[in-house]
């Protein structure tokens, strides 16, 4: 069955759920309908503070007010909710005092490197951590705060989903402790276990790193009721937590195996729902992908598949900020417009590395073909068309990893309003490109997820039957031409390939 658009009714529809939706650059509150509808949008800054090269701080506390604030200016005008939902930037990791509710220490970003040498250190013993994972930013936090490990009862660890139902749940006056399992999945601190379920910290992981845990929090689904939101009007239950980028699948409808999306913000992450069968391998595949939970529900484990690329919108951002031959980032799309073709001219976005397929950090960004005709239109439109060639990489590498074909590929993110850089995806794709009716599709899954542990919404199957794109774009290519197209992208690519040699030999 299809879920069915709610009815026109009263301030306060019974279907309406809040989600609270933490990502990288803002934090924004919203009312979310049974179909994914976002209304009542209040959003404030998340100020990222870089204390040093490579580190990336954030105040958790100024966060918690804000999440409050936002919240309850929504409910006041959205009326009661059945109830709430966080979606969250994943692996940003908190560490806090249990008595008091206070951090301990800054919240370490997502993106923060602090812990690379760390990271490598480990794989001498054989554990194979990431520093964008949040294992070693504990241990960091720890080193710092409690290098005895005696508090080990006293502190709290969570990732954003766990901070902020912590402080929507009373914080210490009752509020739960709990991380659900697509957040769990990206910590490197846990194992699954029987039948693929994510329900079991790693005590190898938490021996080396010296991590207590008394300090972890519960895994729980991702969609059901965790505890109830006390310091809201209401007393609301807690539906779903989840990660940002599972959530954007949700809000796109990709809940059945075969579909995917790919979110292009300042990087581009693409996610492949591949169902219920869990992957044959835990780390990386041999196409550069990882394997993912999408969501767990009633403690079964949807898995997906994601390809990572660390430059998207990052080098729009380039052009404007550093070059200034554009005057924002939707002047992109007239000055590309202003040429038909590059002219032969390709750019690989490689500013920060490759992720998938290749992951070479030592990669730089590329330009190949310049001649003494090539102008500023020509320019941009080769930006555009590097962050479309490299969507199309991580298709490829996702249909490859998992063994399934994707028939259109679905797209939200801030350069999805980018009519040039959609149609150039579409044809590096050779398959149509589905925008999201909602440019990010993250806070409306989170409603979505949210309103089925509440009983408004439908069930997942229905989630994707009930999709629908704001608009369809087509690939004009012939399939020659993309290969050929194809064919002289991947050779800029090799081009880009190893630059800071000593950084492309460091691998996570």
Known sequence: ????????????????????????????????????????????????AAPAPGMVELDAERLATSVQELAREVLAGAGPVAAVGIANQRATTVVWERAS???????????????VLACLTLQADGIRLAPNMSA?????????????????????????????????????????????????????LVAPGDAGRWDRWDGRVLEALRIPEAMLPQIVDTVGI??????????????????????????????????????????????????TAAPDHAGRGPAGTFPIVAWQRDGAVTWGVEAMMLTAGAAVSWLNDDLGIIADAADSAAVAGECETTGDVWF???LLGLGTPVWDFGARGTLVGVTQGTGRP??????????????ADLLEAAEADAGIAVPAL????????????????????????????????????????????????????????AYLPRATIPPRLSESDRQAARARWLDARDRAARTIPELSGIEF
């Open 410 to 465: 679905r797209v939200d993110g801030g350069m999805s309003a980018n009519p040039v850089f959609v149609q150039a995806l579409a044809d590096a794709c050779g398959r149509s490109v589905e925008l999201s009716l909602e440019v990010e599709a993250t806070t409306g899954g989170a409603g979505i997820l949210a309103g089925l542990a509440a009983g408004t919404s439908g069930h997942m199957e229905a989630v994707a039957d």
């Open 226 to 275: 965790a505890g109830t939101c006390t310091v809201l009007a209401g007393a609301p239950p807690l539906g779903a937590l989840c990660g940002d980028q599972q959530a954007s699948m949700v809000g796109q409808g990709c809940t059945r195996p075969g579909l995917a999306k790919a979110t292009f913000g300042t990087g581009g992450m693409l996610d492949l729902c591949t169902g």
């Open 1 to 48: 069955m299809a879920v069915s658009p709610p009815q026109p009714g009263s301030r306060g529809a019974p279907d309406a759920v809040l989600v609270v939706d933490v990502g990288t650059s803002s934090v924004r509150a919203a009312a979310v309908d049974a179909s994914g509808r976002v209304s009542h949008v209040r959003q404030a800054p998340l100020a990222m």
């Open 136 to 188: 070693t930013k504990v241990a960091a936090v720890l080193d710092a705060v409690d290098p005895g490990r005696r508090r080990g009862g006293e502190l709290c660890f969570g990732t954003l989903d766990s901070w902020v139902a912590w402080t929507l749940s009373g914080g210490p006056e009752g509020g739960v402790h709990v991380m659900d399992a697509t957040n769990a999945a990206v910590t490197g």
């Open 348 to 350: 690989v976005p490689a």
């Open 101 to 115: 509710g206070r951090p301990v220490a800054p919240a370490i970003g997502w993106q923060d490197l602090r812990t």
């Open 378 to 391: 020509e320019l941009v439109r080769a930006v555009l068309e590097g962050v479309a060639h490299r969507g």
